[in-house]
């Protein structure tokens, strides 16, 4: 008896142009997101090979990576960084490309704009130059990271080869604590399945704790999959997803929405779906979880004794004592009590509204620890609009933190915000690899917002649930 | 539009321990404030070779002029950018030996006529032993043969069939590939209503 088909597959097959010789898929992409950083060398091939873009209605683009978010003032102090945003508006100019910039009031992380616009919807097909794309498969898309020489491709073509990944379905089920957030899970998935253990994998996210996520919820979920190894990460579309995406500017309205329905419904997979692989977590056992080494995978709950190097299997041992020697911590020990030095909020994976409030829920009980420096920097101009309307912004200054311009920020610090020497970071981000926010030897926690304002309050990190 | 076709890189190599190594390490994010790829090689592996103090292996004389690079498992992970590839085929290199890649950066080699071969760990290991011990060998990758050959011996090598086809034709730019499927792209795009916004 033949299998239902999962929403990856019925995506996949839908959008699939042809066979390439070899085994490779020509895979029509549907939208086609593009920033400052990985857009001017593909512009700059595309011209060199004197091709139009193909379907200029089908990309958008926007300023994140490099933005400033002390002042958006215009030309940067960064020359450099100047340099690039000029490229991107010749660029957009010259094709007949959308930009959202920062005079359009729709400006911010390309991952956050393409949610809130209504851009990013249900069965679709997204690519954008940067590793996170897969954070919008939150709606039931199938969107890929890529590189400059893939943009290119889309550009010129509105396709991409690429080879076809199995589908794993991760079940999360239960419930989850009261302080155990979305950023709980996901870094509780990548401990559990390796950094490398998603290559070749697309993830498929279910389960009654993913069923029970609010959009945002799913956003974070779904962002981190690329840490997993797995270039793509979705949940399948359900009310939650429809009831998000109704009224939004760029999504269908009216009668098309009515439409839009039926065919989103018609993408989410079949309840007999076949998958390559299954895995079952339980979410009651999720603590908040800390990355304590320099990979996303090197996490454990708050509380939990970091591993000594007598406890991880021999082949791990090097890379352990690597991390621990990096970060200047010791095994045996909990990460609960570590001295922080800076504290950041913000990013594609925890840089929304919800992310924001949950943060200023304790930000309230307090105020920043002497010797902390913080960044509060919003996912987008919508978001930063949102929470001055909340009046998240005075809560925040009340409690002695930094609230700043939307932009990408300390994530990955091609901006000013940066790292100094060994600086210890709580931070909302995705990535504590070496380097990563701007310092060669800063170091990085990752953990959830509402346990980054925690820390912030009491100097160090500690669990959020003594203070909820 | 073809490109040259890649059957077989042979050179002297590199070995370069580890594994997880991300592409921040690899091109660090404030070389990335760019507009083109040009000069980006000098910056490979920038932080690391510093902090190393001229200890490391890009830096190494013994493996200087190397073109084949021998890493460990999940080389290349994290951000997309393809500055990293770039800036390591700038720095010299024209092939990549693992026990395994990140995707992206993977696709990303493909797209520029790079191949990412992986070899079974015993087999890496005695690679990478075997150059540290003789790093002037000859080390050849025939993505014809699917084997990689050096002092250690002649180790299978795997690369996945599309990637090796697009090697060997010399069609890994994949433009003029898509390009090549003419209509085919627009009645893909007539046939999925929200690309015209679910018309009636």
């Not at chain 1, 300390?410 to 690899?433: H, I, Q, T, W």
Request: proline share 6%.
């Amino acid at each position: 008896m033949p299998a239902g088909r999962s929403l990856f597959d019925k995506v996949w097959d839908a959008h699939s142009v042809r066979e390439l010789p070899g085994g490779q898929t020509q895979l029509f992409i549907g939208l086609h997101l593009i920033h400052e950083v990985t857009s001017p060398q593909a512009f700059a091939m595309l011209r060199e090979m004197k091709l139009p873009v193909r379907f200029p209605a089908l990309t958008f683009a926007t300023v994140d990576h490099i933005i400033p978010t002390d002042s958006q003032q215009r030309p940067f102090a960064d020359r450099l960084a100047e340099e690039m945003l000029v490229h991107l508006e010749r660029n957009c100019r010259e094709h007949g490309i959308r930009f959202f910039d920062a005079a359009s009031g729709k400006q911010g992380i390309v991952h956050v704009i393409g949610p809130e616009l209504g851009l990013t919807q249900p069965g679709t097909t997204i690519a954008c130059g940067d590793s996170h794309t897969s954070t919008h498969g939150a709606f039931g898309a199938i969107a890929f990271g890529i590189g400059t020489s893939q943009v290119r491709d889309v550009l010129a073509t509105q396709c991409l080869a690429l080879n076809r990944p199995r589908v794993r379905r991760i079940e999360v089920t239960g419930k989850l604590g009261g302080g155990v957030y979305a950023k709980d899970v996901i870094l509780h998935v990548i401990r559990r399945l390796g950094v490398n253990g998603g290559v070749g994998f697309a993830y498929e996210y279910a389960g009654p704790v993913v069923e029970a996520f609010s959009m945002e919820e799913r956003l974070t979920l779904c962002n981190m999959s690329i840490e997993g190894g797995a270039r793509v990460g979705y949940v399948n579309p359900d009310e939650i997803t429809f009831s998000y995406l109704a009224g939004r500017e760029l999504a269908p309205q009216g009668a098309a929405f009515e439409r839009a329905l039926a065919w989103w419904r018609s993408m989410a997979s079949d309840p007999d779906a076949h998958y390559d692989d299954r895995v079952a977590l339980d979410g009651a056992a999720i603590e908040p979880t800390v990355t304590w080494g320099i990979n996303p995978g090197q996490a454990c709950g708050v509380n939990e004794p970091i591993p000594r190097l007598a406890d991880v299997r021999p082949e791990e041992r090097a890379q352990v004592a690597e991390a621990l020697e990096f970060m200047g911590l010791t095994g045996g020990r909990p990460l609960a009590g570590t001295k922080i030095d800076v504290a950041f909020i913000g990013s594609c994976t925890n840089g929304r509204i919800s992310d924001l409030r949950e943060a200023a829920r304790v930000a309230k009980q307090g105020r920043v620890a002497p010797g902390v420096r913080t960044y509060v920097v919003p996912g987008s101009q919508a978001v930063a609009n949102q929470a001055e309307a909340e009046g998240l912004p005075e809560v925040f200054r009340a409690a002695g933190f930094d609230w700043r311009e939307p932009g990408c920020s300390m994530c990955l610090a091609m901006n000013p915000d940066k790292l100094v020497g060994r600086e210890l970071c709580a931070s909302s981000s995705n990535r504590n690899f070496k380097g990563r926010q701007g310092s060669p030897v800063g170091r990085t926690l990752l953990m959830s917002p509402a346990m980054v304002a925690a820390a912030a309050l009491r100097g160090k990190v500690v669990d959020v649930r003594e203070m909820l | 539009m073809a490109e040259a076709r890649v059957e077989r890189v042979e050179g002297r190599a590199c070995v370069l321990r580890g594994d997880d190594i991300d592409t921040d390490r690899i091109i660090p994010a404030r070389f990335l404030r760019c507009v083109t790829f040009d000069g980006i090689g000098e910056h490979a592996f920038a932080d690391d070779r510093e902090q190393a103090k001229g200890d490391h292996p890009l830096d190494d004389p013994r493996f200087r002029g190397a073109s084949i690079l021998v890493v460990g498992r999940n080389f290349g992970c994290g951000s997309s950018r393809e500055h990293a590839p770039q800036a390591l085929m700038r720095f010299g290199f024209r092939a990549f030996v693992g026990a395994s890649f990140a995707e992206i950066f993977a696709g990303n080699c493909t797209a520029l006529g790079l191949p990412c071969v992986t070899l079974a760990e015993p087999d890496l290991e005695a690679l990478m032993d075997s150059v540290a011990l003789d790093p002037a060998q000859p080390v050849v990758i025939d993505l014809v043969a699917r084997t990689v050959t050096s002092r250690a011996g002649v180790a299978k090598a795997g690369l996945p069939g599309g990637v090796r086809q697009a090697l060997l034709e010399g069609s890994w730019n994949a433009t003029a590939v898509l390009i090549d499927a003419g209509d085919a792209i627009e009645r893909t795009a007539r046939r999925l209503p929200y690309v015209s916004g679910f018309p009636g």
